[in-house]
């Protein structure tokens, strides 16, 4: 049984959902960037669990966090089937992945959907911009980190941007275009500067 609250709290189907999608996604991120590092591969499972847990978990928190302080019930929920394609497409040297979705319960309306869905991108513009700033300045397996984190969060940012259902970008847009184009912006932005430094 799924326990509902309100207050910030996780149920047990959720915190065992979450850990297992961190795990899956830190293995699948690993595999892939083994085709372009030299790093060992347990020093890939730790920088990958790190990048995961900052951006992917932190997406998802965000939805969670905002739902809930427009009284609304919300949980993550993972999807087994999109896990199992993320591991097999990392093989190919790419990670292609739909893990699971905060699912969200209660009197939800277009403008605090839309505040719901811009939540999660935001965060990742935040801490991509954050990672990069600070990658410039820093070497070593700190500096590897960051800029796998950088790149993470801001392709994730852009790639929830997309103004197709599910994705945020359709409710953002839906709730107010301005918006939706302002984070879209800095979201390529931040995408295309990384690629090209």
């Known amino acids: 049984m799924i326990s509902i609250n309100q207050d910030g709290r996780y149920s047990a189907v959720e915190i065992r959902d979450i850990a297992i999608s961190v795990f ?3 293995i699948a991120f690993a595999v892939a960037l083994n085709y372009r590092s030299d790093l060992g591969f347990p020093t890939l499972i730790a920088i990958s669990a790190v990048v995961v847990c900052l951006s992917f978990v932190a997406h998802e928190l965000a939805h969670k966090f905002v739902a809930q302080r427009y009284g609304a019930w919300a949980e993550y929920r993972m999807f087994p089937m999109g896990l199992i394609i993320a591991l097999i497409i990392s093989f190919s040297g790419f990670i292609f992945a739909s893990p699971g979705a905060v699912y969200i319960g209660g009197s939800i ?3 605090e959907n839309g505040k719901i869905s811009a939540a999660g991108p ?4 935040v801490l991509g911009a ?3 700033i600070l990658a410039l300045y820093t070497t070593g397996i700190i500096g590897t980190t960051l800029w796998i984190m950088a790149s993470i969060n801001a392709f994730f940012a852009v790639f929830n941007m997309i103004p197709i259902s599910p994705f945020d970008g359709s409710k953002i847009l839906g709730w107010n275009i301005a ?3 302002a ?3 800095c979201a390529a932005a931040l995408l295309i500067t990384i690629w090209f430094l």
């Open 183 to 185: 984070m879209a912006a």
């Open 122 to 125: 935001a965060v990742n513009i």
């Open 109 to 111: 309306d277009d403008e």
């Open 130 to 132: 954050v990672a990069f």
């Open 24 to 26: 899956v996604l830190s």
């Open 179 to 181: 918006v939706y184009l």
